[in-house]
């Protein structure tokens, strides 16, 4: 088992930045491959980005790619979704993934089953 929180959200204009934050808990020595998503009201849930257990290997969706990296760093058992150039379509929630894979697994997920636990979001607004 492993706990996900979100954090850094906000009310950003056109054009802004923001740094999105997901701390892990519990099972944390485990090995998680992680994945960003987002969700507007009324829409399904969209990949964002994704990022291997390591850190060495990432992936995101063409409609961001450009201006949103993702990272992270194990030793802090913290994952991040740096987002620049934000747009008002990009307002929605956004939720990190984590989903345990083997030490030797060097893959990245971008389906919302691939994934075996959810944060419980935080909330980006992008408004003039």
């Known amino acids: 088992q492993v706990q996900l929180v979100e954090s850094g959200g906000g009310l950003m204009q056109p054009g802004g930045s923001l740094r999105l934050s997901c701390a892990a808990s519990g099972r944390t020595r485990s090995n998680y491959a992680m994945g960003w998503f987002r969700q507007a009201p009324g829409k399904e849930r969209e990949f964002v980005a994704a990022?291997?257990?390591?850190?060495?290997?990432?992936y995101v969706a063409d409609s961001v790619k450009g201006r949103l990296t993702i990272s992270r760093d194990n030793a802090k058992n913290t994952m991040y979704l740096q987002m620049n150039s934000l747009k008002p379509e990009e307002t929605a929630v956004y939720y990190c993934?984590?989903?345990?894979?083997?030490?030797?697994?060097?893959?990245?997920?971008?389906?919302?089953?691939?994934?075996?636990?959810w944060g419980q979001g935080t909330q980006v607004t992008v408004s003039s």
């Open positions: 993934a984590a989903k345990e894979v083997t030490v030797f697994s060097g893959s990245y997920y971008t389906d919302v089953g691939d994934y075996d636990y």
């Open positions: 990022i291997n257990w390591r850190g060495r290997s990432t």
